[in-house]
């Protein structure tokens, strides 16, 4: 899977207590234009490469408009393109009506930062406001329409018995079809230098 990063800064401050976002992408305030990236797509989609089409969140306000409404439909676009993109349950739900949408555009993959099945852990992470069952609503439309629906999750100093179960039965009951754990040590790291300071 190559990366294509379109640029942009998130506006969320998920982490706030536990040292800041443990997302580490290029900053910059500048996107990239819907030219560059139909032309980037279209280098990587004519050798046939999967393409990450990367921002903190697709369906953000910075991204929607300016990138996703952008991207090229996939039949006059790229024929057998797999493209990949980040997004936050909250903003696909209140965006797009319509999965279609994504298939449109060559959009297969979709991941969600998902962290923990436990709402109060997610609360205390500080990320964007969604239910669990927001969660299993989005990621069982999403395997509906084929598209694979892939969840980031954390496992934290602060997770419990009960948090680690409530993760666990979410996973169950949605069965997404990958999951990346976030490395423990990176939140421990970020936690223990904050104590520190
Ligand atoms: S939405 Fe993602 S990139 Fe943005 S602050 Fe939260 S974790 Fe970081």
Same mark, same amino acid.
């Given at each position: 899977m190559k990366f294509l990063y379109a640029g942009g800064e998130c506006k969320n401050h998920c982490f706030a207590n536990y040292g800041g976002c443990l997302v580490h992408t290029p900053k910059t305030t500048e996107i990239l234009s819907s030219e560059e990236i139909a032309y980037q797509l279209g280098l990587l989609t004519s050798k046939h490469e999967q393409a990450f089409?990367?921002?903190?969140?697709?369906? #953000?306000d910075l991204y929607y408009k300016s990138v996703f409404l952008e991207l090229p439909f996939y039949d006059g676009g790229f024929p057998g393109a797999y493209i990949a993109v980040n997004a936050s349950v909250r903003t696909l739900i209140d965006k797009v009506?319509?999965? #279609?949408d994504l298939l449109d555009r060559g959009i297969r993959e979709v991941w969600f930062?998902?962290? #923990?099945?436990?709402e109060l852990m997610r609360k205390k992470y500080g990320k964007p406001n969604f239910s669990n069952s927001e969660v299993a609503f989005t990621t069982k439309e999403l395997q509906r329409f084929g598209i694979h629906a892939c969840w980031y999750l954390l496992d934290s100093k602060d997770d419990t018995d009960s948090s680690r179960l409530a993760t666990y039965e979410l996973i169950r009951e949605c069965e997404p079809y990958r999951i990346r754990i976030w490395p423990l040590e990176d939140l421990e790291d970020l936690s223990d230098s904050e104590t520190k300071t």
């Open positions: 089409v990367y921002t903190p969140d697709m369906f #953000s009506k319509d999965f #279609s930062g998902i962290e #923990s099945g436990d």
